[in-house]
Each structure stands twice: as structure tokens, then as C-alpha cells.
């Protein structure tokens, strides 16, 4: 349902053409999770959901796919503005 953005954020991943929010960041330390387990997470998942921000009425996207342990991981994150995709936040299932 969502191919096309899911493979403009591979392609953003890909380029390193990304940012990592302190949030994500805690999340990721508190689960044990790298910035390869976040990279992966996007590289082989699906978005299951599309929310909108309240505030700034922007489009946020849950993905769901697997660490480089093939653990469960989900992380949400959003095409910013200037183009960058930015990881908002990321947990273990």
C-alpha cells in the first residue's frame, strides 16, 4: 500500500541520508539496538501503519521488520522536509 515512499526511505538509508532523533537513540540504547539494526529494520520491513502528527500534521510511518539477528524491531520515522528521512523512534517487539 505503501511502496512507493517504503522505497524512497530504502533508497534514503541506503545513501546515508538520514538522521537518528535523541529519542531514538535512548530507545535504541535501552533495547541494545545499532544503527545497523535500524537500517536493516527498514532495508527488509513493511510499513504496517501511516500516522498523521498532530501538531505539525506531518506523515509518520511504522515499519516492521527484522534486526541483524533477526530479531522483531519496529521503527517509525518520517520523510522531513529537506529530505532527509528521520528515524524518530525504534523498540524490540
Known amino acids: 500500500m505503501f511502496k512507493r515512499i517504503l522505497t524512497r526511505m530504502r533508497e534514503k ?3 546515508r541520508e ?3 532523533t535523541s529519542h531514538a537513540r535512548k530507545e535504541m ?3 541494545g539496538l545499532t544503527i545497523y539494526d535500524v537500517e536493516r529494520g527498514i532495508l527488509t520491513g513493511e510499513i504496517i501503519e501511516r500516522q498523521q502528527d498532530k501538531v505539525t500534521a506531518e506523515w509518520k510511518y511504522r515499519i516492521r521488520g ?3 539477528e533477526d ?3 519496529e ?3 518520517k520523510i522531513s522536509p529537506t529530505g532527509k528521512l528521520v528515524i524518530i523512534t525504534v523498540y524490540l517487539l
Open 75 to 77: 521503527v517509525i520515522a
Open 66 to 68: 527484522e534486526t541483524v
Open 29 to 31: 540504547n535501552d533495547d
Open 18 to 20: 538520514y538522521v537518528v
Open 13 to 15: 538509508v541506503r545513501r
Open 71 to 73: 530479531d522483531e524491531v
